[in-house]
Every structure is written in structure tokens, then in C-alpha cells.
């Protein structure tokens, strides 16, 4: 047992002490999809939010020249990041700020560059909160972006590829929905039952029917 | 359509099976492969791309309909992998999956852009016997499991190829599968048989051809919400594929 301990403990000493806090998984940052990774060729929101935030001089000037007088609040945009990294239809949800805003804002958000990737053009919308003091506006950078997530359909069953809307949603209600069945009334027992007094349930109760 | 619930009495079954049940797809194009990273015990993080797809659709033996590819154009998968092919990671299957997205038509195909070498080169008459697991990682909650037991043997090069290895393979597949999702409680379990050639070229050291094919039996299966069976679909499926080097590199 001693010279397992040692055996051990000179093992320990030997490794390096990131490789043991790494633990059995290895680095998180080995993953291929680890945030920032060079290998994943798709956009996350934690990549769009470290674009975000790095345009935060960008947001600051456009509220510092907008805003001297209005009280704190809120503002956002919502843009989509094409397949080329390019952001488009951008609007601007301006709040209480002035109109002049606006095109500030977009031309901030134009010319951020996210990058090309892989995936289906990105719905995002980013908060852009602001607070005034004596010192003009301030751009608060907001922790989170938020996208809009692709609704996956029956991942595990292998369809047509152009498979309709229609037929979709058919074997959807069919194979995954689980539609309440409709109440049928109970049939009318030969001899009704003086009042208050229970009723067995039928053995063919829609209820029952789950426990095919 | 093995089992349907009876919550299908409502719906007209009969049309929606003459348009899914017997469908052949073909697809061409190219596939991009770019080495995006080393990691540090060696192993590569290559990004594998689908690019210029072009395809055809068939129902029930009828005339091929052009395909609208345009949802799998530019798709891609990043492997981790060994030299010897070995598959360590996988990650962007969450971008193909779902119905009307194109993975399923593609996941073989991208899995054998890796496929992995055995651990000795065959001799003839003398098969070199293999199995390992692959998983696929789809996304948070789905992920497919897969058993391959292979045996590769000694092929013929082709005629002209100079300094060409062959190498062929044959075997089984177990599959088994599960969507965690709570609004689509679904499993699936898979059976196959898969064969194929490899050609490689020994001065160059890489792969110039390798064709494949894959006969699959699957059953996919939903349950309700008190885990009894809600619905089964069983599936056959067969996948031919073939990749070929540009330019003979």
C-alpha cells in the first residue's frame, strides 16, 4: 500500500498541475464547438456578444452625442447576420432617446464584422441600456445577446428533404404531440346510481388509453 | 408506419405515406476539407464543408424531380481526429438536424470523410478485424451511438494507379439513438450492414477514392409522456456514396 501511495504521489508530482485541474475531459477549450474556437465554423451568441461589446465605443459616442438630459432607459437592435458575417436589416428600438439615434446605432452595427460562417442567417437582438449623469450618456455593455433558436423537427426520423410544412406537422400531431384525448361521456349504465354515489370508470376510459 | 396511435384516425395516412415511403435521393457536389487546428496530443480539428450540391429526388420509382439543395449548401461539420482517423469529437450536427435540413441524406457521407484505418495493414488472406463506437453529438438533446465491427481486408488497386493501396471493409453496425427533447420523446435503434474500398496513395499519403455503402434498418419510436409506445416507424435505408480526391491529390 505504501509503495502504491508513493507510486502515486510521484505520478503527481510529475504531472503538470493544469493537466490535473483539467480533469479526466481534458481543457474545455479542446471542444470544437468551445466558444471563439477557430475549428467551429458557426456563429454562437457568446461570439456575437464579445462583437457586441467590442463596439461599445461605437454605442457610447452615439448616445453621448444623442443624449445629455433624457433619463436612464433602455434601447435595443435587432439585426440578421447573413452567411457572409454581415449584419442587416437593423433596427433600432430607440425607447425614450431621440430620433437621432437611430442611424448612429445602425452604422455602428454595420460595420461590425462577425465573420462568415456556416449557418442559417442569425436573428439577433441586443439591449443597449444607457444611463445619463452629469458627465453625458454611458453605454452599459449588456451580458446577453439574444438569437433566435432554429426549431429542430423530428431529428431522429430520416424524411425527404423536401418534405412540406403540411406533411410535417401531420407526423408531428401523429408520432409527438401529446393531444389530450377527447372526453367521451360515460355510457348510460343500466341502473343509474342514487345521487353521490361512485362510478367505476368504464374499462375503455380515453383516460386509459396512453397505456398502449 | 408500424404502429400509429390513435390519435392518427385523423389524418389522412394514406397520402402522406405514397409521399414519404419510397423516396431515393441523389446528390453530387464537393466537399471542403480544411485543417482549422492542431490540439495539442496531435490530433486535428478539420472543418468538413458541403459546397456546389446539385440533386435529384424520386418518389416510388418515378422520374428524378431536381432537388432544392440550397438548405445543405455550404453546411459543415468539424471532426476531431486522430492520425489514424480515429473520431474524437464532432460538433455543427445541430445545423443539419431536423426534418427538411438535409442531415440524414449527408451524415454518412461525413462521418466516412474520416474514416478511420486499421491498426495494421492487411495482408492477403489475412483480414485484420476491428470495432469501435462513433457518436454523433447532435445537439444538447439528441445524440446517436454507433457500434461499428469491421473487418478490413487487402484489396486490388485500381488498373494504372501507380503506388496505390487498396484497402476494403465490411461489417456491422449497431445503432441507437435519443431525442431527450421533452416535447418530442423519441428513440431510435438501427441496424446495418456497411461495406466499401479505400484507395490510397503511399507516396502521397492520402486517400484518392473511397466508395461505400450502407444498408440500414431502423426503427424510431415515440412515446407519450407516461413513457408508454405512441407511435413506431420502421425504415430501410440504403446509402451509396463515393468520394473522390480533385486532382488525383
Redesign the interface.
Known amino acids: 500500500m505504501i509503495r502504491l501511495l508513493t507510486t502515486a504521489a510521484v505520478l503527481a508530482g510529475l504531472l503538470p498541475g493544469a493537466a490535473l485541474a483539467q480533469g479526466m475531459g481534458g481543457d474545455p477549450k479542446d471542444r470544437l464547438d468551445w466558444p471563439g474556437s477557430p475549428t467551429d465554423r458557426y456563429l454562437t451568441s457568446d461570439e456575437l456578444r464579445d462583437r457586441l461589446h467590442a463596439a461599445t465605443d461605437g454605442f457610447f459616442a452615439c448616445f453621448r452625442a444623442s443624449l445629455r438630459s433624457k433619463p436612464e432607459g433602455g434601447a435595443s437592435v435587432t439585426f440578421v447576420v447573413d452567411r457572409e458575417g454581415e449584419a442587416g436589416s437593423i433596427e433600432v428600438d430607440r425607447g425614450k432617446a431621440p430620433e437621432s439615434l437611430v442611424p448612429c446605432v445602425q452604422q455602428v452595427v454595420a460595420g461590425i464584422e462577425f465573420g462568415a460562417h456556416d449557418g442559417d442567417p442569425l436573428d439577433v437582438s441586443y439591449p443597449l441600456v444607457y444611463e445619463v449623469d452629469t458627465r453625458g450618456a454611458r453605454i452599459l455593455p449588456y451580458p446577453i445577446v439574444f438569437t433566435r433558436p432554429r426549431p429542430v423537427r423530428l431529428p431522429l426520423l430520416g424524411l425527404p428533404l423536401d418534405v412540406t410544412p403540411g406533411e410535417l406537422r401531420m407526423l408531428e400531431l401523429i408520432l409527438t404531440e401529446d393531444a389530450p384525448a377527447e372526453p367521451e361521456p360515460p355510457p348510460e349504465p343500466e341502473d343509474s346510481p342514487a345521487e353521490g354515489e361512485a362510478v367505476e370508470p368504464a374499462s375503455d376510459d380515453p383516460a386509459a388509453e396512453g397505456a398502449e | 408506419m408500424d404502429h400509429?396511435?390513435?390519435?392518427?384516425d385523423d389524418?389522412d395516412?394514406g397520402s402522406?405515406t405514397s409521399?414519404?415511403a419510397t423516396?431515393e435521393?441523389r446528390l453530387e457536389g464537393r466537399v471542403e476539407r480544411l485543417l482549422?487546428?492542431v490540439?495539442?496530443d496531435f490530433s486535428s480539428?478539420l472543418?468538413t464543408?458541403l459546397v456546389d450540391l446539385d440533386?435529384t429526388?424520386a418518389r416510388a420509382g418515378g422520374e428524378p424531380a431536381p432537388?432544392?439543395?440550397d438548405?445543405?449548401e455550404?453546411?459543415?461539420v468539424?471532426?476531431?481526429v486522430l492520425p489514424s482517423g480515429e473520431l474524437l469529437?464532432?460538433?455543427?450536427w445541430?445545423?443539419l438536424?431536423?426534418?427538411?435540413r438535409?442531415?440524414?441524406?449527408v451524415s454518412e457521407l461525413l462521418l466516412q470523410t474520416v474514416m478511420r484505418l486499421p491498426r495494421d495493414v492487411p495482408r492477403v488472406g489475412r483480414p485484420v478485424p476491428s470495432s469501435y463506437r462513433v457518436r454523433v453529438p447532435?445537439?444538447a438533446?439528441?445524440t446517436?451511438d454507433q457500434n461499428w465491427i469491421v473487418a478490413f481486408e487487402k484489396a486490388e488497386a485500381p488498373d494504372g494507379c501507380r503506388g496505390c493501396t487498396a484497402i476494403s471493409y465490411r461489417g456491422e453496425i449497431t445503432e441507437t439513438?435519443k431525442?431527450k427533447?421533452p416535447?418530442?420523446?423519441?428513440?431510435?435503434t438501427g441496424k446495418g450492414t456497411v461495406s466499401g474500398t479505400m484507395v490510397l496513395s503511399r507516396g502521397a499519403r492520402a486517400l484518392l477514392q473511397h466508395d461505400f455503402a450502407f444498408d440500414w434498418e431502423?426503427t424510431?419510436e415515440?412515446t407519450?409522456?407516461?413513457g408508454?409506445?405512441?407511435?413506431r416507424?420502421k425504415?430501410t435505408?440504403r446509402v451509396v456514396g463515393s468520394l473522390r480526391a480533385e486532382d488525383g491529390k
Open positions: 400509429l396511435p390513435a390519435e392518427a389524418y395516412i402522406l409521399r414519404i423516396v435521393t482549422a487546428r490540439f495539442r480539428g472543418v464543408r440533386g429526388i432537388l432544392d439543395t438548405v445543405l455550404g453546411k459543415s468539424s471532426f476531431r469529437d464532432s460538433s455543427g445541430a445545423h438536424a431536423g426534418a427538411g438535409g442531415g440524414d441524406l447532435v445537439d438533446f439528441v446517436r439513438g431525442d427533447h416535447a418530442r420523446p423519441m428513440k431510435i431502423r424510431v415515440s407519450r409522456s407516461n408508454t409506445l405512441r407511435g416507424v425504415q435505408e
